[in-house]
Each structure stands twice: as structure tokens, then as C-alpha cells.
Nanobody, 113 residues
Framework: VQLQASGGGLVQAGGSLRLSCAASGGIFSINVMGWYRQAPGKQRELVATFTSGGFTNYGDSVKGRFTISRDNTKNTVYLEMSSLKPEDTAVYYC????????WGQGTLVTVSS
């Protein structure tokens, strides 16, 4: 199983970005897909998750600003980020729970003030 994340970049505070993460590799079904992030010098933290049952969960710091969605036909999860803040700057990692947890390579999001 491979996860390919894309969509990171540099954006000004208050702006928006959309991340995508596509899973491939003979996948039958994915239980949970989601995103974590890790800022320099900090631990990895939950951003958002999306279960196969359609339930979503968000980290407290992004609630109301970020939206996770999922396209099961494409094994892809998206993260719409708006009202970005400098403290959102981090490497964003997507993951998929398919029995085991698989991680994408990470995509850097930089929010300038």
C-alpha cells in the first residue's frame, strides 16, 4: 500500500489550501483515512480523520477551519484548510488504516504572517 500526498505549499495567513492523499496498491477497503501534522520541535498531532462509516473527527486547533472529505471510489482523502494561521505551519501526513496503519510521505504547509 502506498499513500501519495500533495497540495502543500506557501500561503499567507487567512488563506486556504487543499491537500489530497491517494492510496494505491490493491486495496479492497479502507477503514479510516486522515491527517496528522508535525510542526518543528513539536509532537505529531491529530488534524482530522474520516471513517468508512462517514464519521469525522477534528483536532481542537482546527475545528471550524478545516474540513476533511473522502472519495472512496478513488481511495482518496482531502483536507480543505481555510483561515490558515502561522501556527498551522507543519508537515502534514496522511494515513490510512487498512488492518495496519500506512503513512504518506508528508507535505509541507507554510503559513506566513
Amino acid at each position: 500500500v502506498q499513500l501519495q500526498a500533495s497540495g502543500g505549499g506557501l500561503v499567507q495567513a487567512g488563506g486556504s489550501l487543499r491537500l489530497s492523499c491517494a492510496a494505491s496498491g490493491g486495496i479492497f477497503s479502507i477503514n479510516v483515512m486522515g491527517w496528522y501534522r508535525q510542526a518543528p520541535g513539536k509532537q505529531r498531532e491529530l488534524v482530522a480523520t474520516f471513517t468508512s462509516g462517514g464519521f469525522t473527527n477534528y483536532g481542537d486547533s482546527v475545528k471550524g477551519r478545516f474540513t476533511i472529505s473522502r472519495d472512496n471510489t478513488k481511495n482518496t482523502v482531502y483536507l480543505e484548510m481555510s483561515s490558515l494561521k502561522p501556527e498551522d505551519t507543519a508537515v502534514y501526513y496522511c494515513y490510512a488504516l487498512i488492518g495496519l496503519i500506512y503513512w504518506g510521505q508528508g507535505t509541507l504547509v507554510t503559513v506566513s504572517s
